[in-house]
Structures are given as structure tokens and as C-alpha cells.
């Protein structure tokens, strides 16, 4: 095998890579963008409901807790733990 036909086999390579890689990142993209709508949609009441099971699943009550699995800010999850 010659360089310029390893260099084809390599670049085939690296095109499905990038393939994969597309589709790897249009997969986290609506995930992120399903997690956004689901966090726009629930109420107050609902996040406080979201938080209470998160609290009690896991034992802890932390804002920063509170904030990475319901996508919210700080001040959100602070108030939620003071509501």
C-alpha cells in the first residue's frame, strides 16, 4: 500500500468520525434544548415539586444540587430551598 492510498483509508476514516461526531452533537443539542422547554414549562409549584423528590432521592439539599438537575439559576434553586 502506497502513501497516497493510506492517506485515502485515513481520510475515509476521519469523514466517518466527524460523521458520528455530527450526530453525537445534534443528539446532546435537542437534549439540551428538551431540557430547556421541560425547565420553561414547569411552575413554580411543579419546580418546587421537582425539587422536593430531588431532595428526598438524593438526601441533600444544595442549591447547586438543584440548579444542575433542574437547569435552573441560583437564585431559583435558593429560593426554592427557602419556599
Known amino acids: 500500500m502506497d502513501i497516497n492510498e493510506r492517506l485515502e483509508k485515513i481520510e475515509k476514516q ?7 461526531v455530527d450526530a453525537i ?4 443539542e435537542n437534549n439540551n434544548r428538551l431540557a430547556r422547554l421541560k ?17 428526598i432521592k438524593t438526601r441533600r439539599a444544595t442549591a447547586e444540587l438543584l440548579q444542575r438537575k ?9 429560593q426554592l430551598l427557602e419556599f
Do not use: F, H, N, P
Open 14 to 20: 476521519l469523514e466517518l468520525l466527524m460523521l458520528k
Open 25 to 28: 452533537s445534534s443528539k446532546v
Open 39 to 55: 425547565r420553561d414549562l414547569l411552575t413554580d409549584s411543579e419546580l418546587y415539586s421537582e425539587a422536593k423528590k430531588i431532595v
Open 70 to 78: 433542574l437547569l435552573i439559576g441560583y437564585a431559583k434553586a435558593a
